[in-house]
C-alpha cells in the first residue's frame, strides 16, 4: 500500500519537504515487517530522559500495557527535543518513521502538511475533545481541519524558581518587577549566595530571552516578532530593552558562561548553590523526584512583568501512518493519554497541567494550579514559546536562537547589531515562507 500524501501535490519550490516525500514513494513501505509481530507494540520516539521525564513517560507505557499494547521506548537524550528533532528527520528520510512521536507546535503541522501523520478525527470524537480541550490546544493539534495529534500537558516557561528557606531566611519575597529582582538579587549577594543559576547552552539562554521580551512588551509584541517574524520588530525599543536586561542579569549568574544540561542546572539550584532560577516547570517535577517537595525548600513565582501572561509549551504525541498496520494500537495511544485519570497523573510526575479544561485544580499542586488557571484566561494571556516550537519551525527557532546567543557570550555585540542581523534573519524567513507558499 502506498504511503498516504493526502493533501495538495508539493511544490517542487519546497527543499526538504520535497525530497521527503520522494523518499517516501520511493522508499519500501516501513513497518510491513513489524505489523507481523504477535503481541501489539509501538515504537515511540521522545525526549524524556530525565529522572522524572521517565517516570511520566513510564505511566504512559504502563497505561497503554493495560490495553494490551507494548510501548517501545525510543529516547533520544537533549533538553527541549534538540537532538530528538534531527533523529526523528533522519528516520523518516531513511523509511523507518516511529509509530508515535513526540513532536510539538509548529512541527506537527509541518509533518501532516506532508500526509505522513495518522489523522485521529474519529478519537477525538469519540473522546468529545472538542469540549475538553483548551480552545488554543484544540487548534494545535488540528491540521487543515483534522485531529493529527493527541495532547500530553502543558509546560509553563515563565516559572520563576526560588529557594523558599533562603528567602525566608533573608526575609525576602519573590520579585514581581525588575526593581524588586535587583533589590533582592542584591540582598542575596550581600549574604553570599549567589543570586540566578543559569546554564550558557544556547536553548537555556534563549528560554530567559524569550522570557524578558514577554516581560517588556506582553503576547502581543512577543507574537509580532516571534510568530509573524515581522523584521520591523526586530528593530523595536522593546527589542533593544530585553538585550540589554539580559546582558545585565549575567551580572547576577552564578556562571554565565557554563553550559549545562538542565538537570544539572536544577541539581545546582537543589544545593542552594544560587537562591533563583528560570526555567520551564519540568524542573519542579524534577525536583520533586529528587526529594524535595514545592512549596518546602522551593518555590515557584511567575518572572518579574510575566505575571498574567502564560508562555507555554504543550507536549503532544503524533503517529506516523505508514502502512495503516498499527492504526488500532495507536489510536489506543491517542484515546487514553487524554483520558482524564491518565491526564492527571501523567501531569502531576511531568510537571505539567492538564490540556482538560475540566480537570480538578484540587489535585495540583501550587505551581500547578497557577499555571492551569492562567492558561485558561486564553489566548490574549498566552505566549507561544519560540524555544519549543510553539512560535516557530524549527529552522527560524534555531536561527534566532542563535544570534541571541552569539550576543550573550560577546559583550562587545552592542544590541543595534543583533537587531539588524535579526532583522535580516526574519526577512529571509519572511521571502522562504512566501516561495512555500507558491505564486
Ligand atoms: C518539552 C518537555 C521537556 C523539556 C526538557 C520541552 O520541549 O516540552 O516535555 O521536559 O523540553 O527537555
Known amino acids: 500500500m502506498p504511503v498516504p500524501i493526502h493533501h495538495e501535490p508539493l511544490s517542487g519550490k519546497t527543499g526538504l519537504r520535497w525530497w521527503i516525500a520522494q523518499l517516501l514513494l520511493a522508499a519500501p513501505v516501513f513497518a510491513a515487517a513489524a505489523a507481523a509481530t504477535q503481541t501489539p507494540s509501538l515504537q515511540v520516539l521522545h525526549w524524556w530522559t530525565s529522572a522524572s521525564e521517565r517516570r511520566a513517560a513510564n505511566v504512559l507505557a504502563a497505561h497503554l500495557g493495560e490495553e494490551g499494547v ?48 495518522l489523522e485521529l478525527d474519529n478519537v477525538a470524537t469519540a473522546g468529545k475533545w472538542d469540549k475538553a480541550l483548551f480552545p488554543t490546544i484544540r487548534t494545535l493539534v488540528q491540521h487543515r481541519k483534522h485531529v493529527v495529534a493527541a495532547p500530553l500537558g502543558i509546560h509553563r516557561i515563565n516559572t520563576l524558581f526560588y529557594n523558599r528557606k533562603l528567602f525566608a531566611r533573608l526575609n525576602l519575597s519573590p520579585p514581581t518587577s525588575w526593581n524588586e529582582f ?33 516581560a517588556e512588551s506582553g503576547p502581543e509584541y512577543y507574537r509580532e516578532l516571534f510568530v509573524r517574524q515581522s523584521p520591523q520588530a526586530a528593530a523595536d525599543a522593546r527589542l533593544t530593552e530585553a538585550l540589554q536586561r539580559l546582558r545585565s542579569m549575567k551580572s547576577w549568574m552564578l556562571n554565565p558562561a557554563e553550559e549545562l544540561p538542565w538537570t544539572d542546572a536544577v541539581k545546582r539550584f537543589a544545593r542552594r548553590e544560587a537562591a533563583m532560577f528560570v526555567m520551564g516547570d519540568w524542573a519542579r517535577a ?14 515557584c513565582a511567575t518572572m518579574p512583568g510575566t505575571d498574567k501572561y502564560h508562555l507555554y509549551s504543550v507536549d503532544t504525541l503524533a503517529m506516523f501512518a505508514g502502512d495503516y498496520a498499527h492504526q488500532a494500537a495507536q489510536e489506543k495511544l491517542a484515546r487514553l493519554v487524554v483520558t482524564p485519570s491518565v491526564q492527571q497523573q501523567y501531569n502531576a510526575a511531568k510537571g505539567a497541567v492538564p490540556v482538560r479544561r475540566d480537570a480538578d485544580p484540587a489535585t495540583m499542586d501550587n505551581c500547578a494550579r497557577a499555571s492551569w488557571k492562567a492558561f485558561g484566561r486564553g489566548a490574549a494571556a498566552q505566549a507561544p514559546s519560540l524555544v519549543h516550537r510553539m512560535a516557530a519551525d524549527e529552522e527560524s527557532r534555531d536561527a534566532i ?6 550576543f550573550y557570550i560577546d559583550d562587545s555585540i552592542p544590541p543595534a547589531d543583533t537587531q539588524r542581523r535579526l532583522g535580516a534573519i526574519l526577512r529571509t524567513l519572511n521571502l522562504r515562507t512566501h516561495t512555500r507558499a507558491g505564486p
Open 70 to 117: 507494548e510501548w517501545k521506548d525510543g529516547a533520544i537524550p537533549g533538553g527541549a527535543g534538540l537532538g530528538a528533532g534531527k533523529v526523528l528527520r533522519s528516520r523518516v528520510l531513511a523509511g523507518n518513521a516511529p509509530d508515535a512521536t513526540q513532536i510539538i507546535g509548529v512541527s506537527i503541522g509541518e509533518w501532516a502538511e506532508l500526509g505522513l501523520l
Open 182 to 214: 535587583e533589590l533582592v538579587a542584591r540582598r542575596l549577594r550581600a549574604a553570599g549566595i549567589a543570586p540566578l543559576e543559569q546554564s550558557s547552552e544556547p536553548w537555556q539562554v534563549a528560554t530567559l530571552f524569550e522570557n524578558l521580551v514577554l
Open 286 to 299: 524534577e525536583l520533586n523526584e529528587m526529594g524535595y517537595a514545592t512549596d518546602d525548600e522551593f518555590a
Open 401 to 406: 536562537i542563535a544570534e541571541v546567543h552569539r
